[in-house]
């Protein structure tokens, strides 16, 4: 066999123009000062780098999430959703833009509704002043998307700048905490479960949507949390008693959506935060189940509640 020349000087196996005496330490190929990644022993080259990333277990928070929830993606997401369906809503409203940015409910601080808002936002029924159901766009009328799509939409630019003010406040840390899958979890499960409790407990011709469903559910997380770590609450606990007070006293502020998201946020958080350490990703799943059985059934009463439809005298 044909052996090279001994005075060949090595070329690294990435670029082949670049002389180099340095090797990978696990696979012995010759590397450039480009393609050198120190190691705990000499340099690896960047395919040894990424295979050993592969096969190493990732950092994971107290409540079993990614470190990478410190980079608050979900947050940020959820943030540029809402504002882009606020302008799409904005745009829907055509000529009557201006009153969809503003001028509505609350001394003109909320802004009237717009196509989008009929479309997505939480209506329970319909009924005529004498109390007669009539069919029409509604939850109860085969329209259950409007649970979801609720928590998306909002009445004005004050309504959508204060939810995602609090969105940006709470999320980032709770993400940080929980990681971006459970965080994204409790986020969407607080949103519908407000929803649902409005669904079951407003009264009919009463449309009702925003984050802050979702928020009353982050401001639950953020205290089970906090003292799961053994953190004071003393900084949340009066700003969410001052929120309460004002969903109870302002007229036209769905506190059942407030309060439902609340509740379903705090059950969601505890069952994150308080799973046992052997059994955690399973307890945290049944979690998320229960949560939707739970909201299920909820429905399933509210339904039960609504007339059947009839006809006006």
Request: with cysteine.
């Amino acid at each position: 066999m044909t052996q090279p020349p001994a005075n060949v000087v090595p070329v690294c196996y990435r670029h082949p123009n670049r002389e180099t005496y340095v090797r990978c330490t696990r696979c012995d190929r010759p590397i450039c000062p480009d393609c050198m990644n120190e190691a705990s022993v000499g340099f690896q080259c960047p395919d040894c780098v990424r295979e050993g990333t592969k096969t190493q277990r990732q950092a994971r928070t107290a409540f079993g999430g990614a470190r990478t929830g410190a980079e608050g993606t979900v947050t940020i997401s959820l943030i540029v959703v809402n504002v882009l369906i606020f302008i799409a809503g904005i745009i829907s409203a055509g000529r009557n833009a201006a009153h969809g940015l503003g001028g509505g409910g609350m001394g003109g601080l909320l802004g009237g509704s717009t196509p989008l808002n009929d479309w997505g936002a939480v209506v329970p029924y319909w009924a005529t002043q004498t109390g007669v159901r009539v069919a029409h766009n509604a939850v109860a009328d085969g329209e259950w998307y409007r649970l979801f799509t609720a928590m998306f939409l909002h009445y004005g630019l004050v309504h959508l700048l204060l939810n995602m003010w609090a969105i940006w406040v709470l999320g980032r840390p709770l993400e940080a905490a929980l990681g971006r899958l459970r965080f994204l979890a409790l986020y969407l499960l607080a949103g519908l479960g407000g929803n649902v409790l409005a669904f079951m407990l407003t009264g009919p011709n009463v449309q009702s949507a925003g984050a802050s469903t979702a928020v009353y559910g982050l401001f639950a997380a953020m205290i089970v949390v906090l003292r799961k770590m053994r953190a004071s609450v003393a900084g949340i606990v009066p700003v969410l008693i001052f929120n309460l007070v004002l969903s109870f006293s302002i007229r036209g502020v769905s506190w059942q959506g407030h309060i439902g998201g609340l509740i379903i946020g705090g059950i969601v958080a505890a069952g994150f935060a308080y799973a046992p350490r052997e059994h955690r990703n399973a307890t945290q799943i049944a979690t998320v189940v229960g949560t939707l059985v739970l909201l299920g059934i909820g429905f399933a009463v509210g339904l039960s509640w609504i007339p059947a439809v009839g006809y006006p005298a």
